[in-house]
Nanobody, 128 residues
């Protein structure tokens, strides 16, 4: 099982940017579908973005489209989430997740149950 460690969270004002990273160890991320989820205060964990194993296919939840970008560097075993134009409603703990499967469909990537490795999360706080 791959181990994931997120970094890059912090506090930012609305309209600002943050770049999260997710470093993997224990196994190469090649052929893993990678995703970001988040859990806001008093809310359930929700899907944010996903990347196919090659990075050629991505999918985003509607609320972050045009503002967030998921990318990956398989050579560095790292996945990123660039977050621009942040809003207070983006405040959450952000989790990186990995699935040892190349299956990539818009419905399937949103299912948290498919991911078998999770990071510990990194806090993102956006103030108005």
């Amino acid at each position: 099982q791959v181990q994931l460690v997120e970094a890059g969270g912090g506090s930012v004002q609305a309209g600002g940017s943050l770049r999260l990273s997710c470093a993997a160890s224990g196994h190469t991320l090649i052929y893993y579908t990678m995703a970001w989820f988040r859990q806001g205060p008093g809310k359930e964990r929700e899907f944010v973005a996903a990347s196919s194993w090659s990075g050629t296919s991505t999918y985003y939840t509607n609320s972050v489209k045009g503002r967030f970008t998921i990318s990956r560097d398989n050579a560095k075993n790292t996945v990123y989430l660039q977050m621009n134009k942040l809003k207070p409603e983006d405040t959450a703990i952000y989790y990186c997740a990995a699935d040892r499967s190349t299956s990539f469909s818009n419905n399937y990537v949103q299912r948290s149950g498919r991911y078998d490795s999770w990071g510990q999360g990194t806090q993102v706080t956006v103030s108005s």
